[in-house]
């Protein structure tokens, strides 16, 4: 079977910087993924076991044809005596038996359990179908996670080794400052240990990076999870989507509901074929016979018939138990249930829908404030440091400035992450992430 199920990346996120051959891109993360994952292959293949199931034979509508033949070589010792008197004494007497069958059994009419079996058939492939694309969707939800949270690390790690020009800088004010005698040598000495503080930071965001990686090529299914690689950075778009829209789209398009949907459906079918067995059943029984036996000896020297027959026969199982009832109790019980399991996973994607659009509008809001700061932060760290420079504030107010500016960059960079989680959350409660 074909699959041609695409994967869209919605236009929610725009790169905006370029690295170099070993750059990771998203796209290639998700084409990776739909290429790798055991779950998606697994499910391609339910999907052709399905489609292989779903045929009028296996439904039980055509007629079942089987061909029977037999063969036997005896030799025996005969002791046979007849009423005319006559008395047959022989050893070793040859004979054969031989014959051959077409035997056809068509059920005519079972309570319409063919009719209802097919069509179960026809909803567990289209389950399967499914199935296939809320894998796809989930997994490219969970691509885009990882990804982004190696961009994030990767960010994070960015901003740490810039800044450490910042305290480079400091210390080598500091050691002017004390070389003329114009500060205090603690004023050296905090600027070394700041300085080693952030080398450490950086050490340790070194891992954290590489921890982020391995998780992304564990989700990519890579065999080799210390693959290295470099990941562009991805600008959200802050007013991509559309509340209303995804509203509409939520209970259509969401894809898990559509299984569970199917689920319904195959429960369904699944009572009507119980209540099947309620009635009699009719089966059309033919066969052309061949047969043929020999003798050396004995009553009977040579017989042979062939020939056609038919006939009707009805079964009705008029009482085995109760077990008939016990089935169709069972059913109903069994569609009730998952009737119910969508209704509760209708509330679950509801309130999923609500607190991902809470994020994103409340990340959308804490966004364009953290931007700021970090703007602010930036441009109060320049000040303080040449204020330092000329002796006009003191280490602490200083490092009071380097650590409200990491700080900012910290809080914008993980509000950009919230930002893009509640984005792609929303596309994949939607269908948004796959076609």
């Given at each position: 079977?074909?699959?041609k ?22 796209n290639?993360?998700?084409e990776t ?15 052709d ?9 296996n ?15 005896a030799n025996?010792?005969i ?7 006559t008395?047959i004494?022989k050893?070793?007497v040859?004979?054969s038996?031989?014959?051959?069958g ?18 179960q058939?026809?909803?567990v ?26 961009l994030?690390?990767q ?8 800044n ?9 004010i500091?050691?002017t400052?004390?070389?003329i ?5 603690t004023?050296?000495?905090q600027?070394k240990?700041?300085?080693n ?12 990076v ?17 693959d290295d ?19 509409k ?25 119980a ?24 009553f ?6 062939y ?26 019980l ?8 969508l209704k509760?996973?209708q ?29 602010l ?41 919230q930002?893009k ?15």
């Open positions: 079977m074909n699959h199920l695409k994967y869209i990346l919605p236009l929610v996120f725009a790169a905006c910087s370029v690295y170099g051959q070993n750059t990771l891109t998203l290639a993360a998700i993924v739909l290429k790798n994952n055991y779950g998606i292959q697994i499910a391609k293949n339910n999907i076991i399905a489609a292989n199931n779903n045929s009028w034979g439904a039980g509508f055509t007629p079942q044809v089987s061909l029977v033949t037999n063969g036997n070589i025996n010792n002791n046979q005596r007849f009423t005319n008197g008395e004494i050893n070793g040859g004979s038996n031989y014959g051959a077409v035997n056809v059994t068509w059920a005519l009419f079972n309570g319409l359990r063919a009719h209802y079996l097919y069509k058939m026809g909803v492939q289209s389950l399967n179908e499914a199935q296939l694309k809320s894998d796809i969707n989930n997994s490219v939800g969970a691509v885009m996670s990882a990804y982004f949270n190696v994030k690390e960010q994070t790690l960015t901003n740490l080794d810039s450490l020009t910042i305290f480079d800088e400091r210390l080598k500091a050691d400052r004390f070389t005698g114009s500060a205090a040598k004023d050296l000495l600027a240990i700041d300085l503080e952030q080398k450490s930071l950086i050490i340790r965001q070194r891992g954290n590489r921890v982020a990686k391995a998780q992304l090529n564990r989700v990519l299914s890579k065999e080799d999870a210390g690689f470099t990941v562009e950075d991805i600008t959200p778009e802050l007013d991509s989507l559309n509340y209303d829209s995804l509203k789209a939520l209970y259509q398009g969401n894809i898990d509901l559509m299984v569970l949907n199917r689920n319904v459906d195959i429960a369904m079918y699944q009572t009507k074929i209540r099947a067995a309620i009635y009699p059943s009719i089966n059309l029984n033919s066969a052309y016979n061949f047969a043929r036996s020999s003798s050396q000896a004995g009977s020297l040579y017989n042979q018939n020939g056609f027959n038919g006939g009707l026969t009805l079964t009705w199982n008029l009482y085995n138990g109760l077990n008939t009832k016990r089935i169709i109790k069972n059913t109903d069994q569609l009730t249930n998952t009737e119910l399991q509760d996973f509330v679950q994607v509801s309130s999923g829908f609500s607190a991902a659009w809470y994020n994103y509008t409340a990340s959308k809001e804490q966004y364009k404030l953290e931007k700021e700061n970090e703007g932060a930036k441009e109060n760290v320049d000040i303080m440091l040449e204020r330092f420079r000329v002796g006009n504030c003191t280490t602490i107010d200083l490092k009071l400035a380097q650590q409200t500016l990491q700080d900012s960059q910290a809080r914008l960079i993980q509000t950009i992450y930002l989680l509640a984005q792609t959350e929303l596309l994949r409660l939607s269908g948004g992430l796959v076609k």
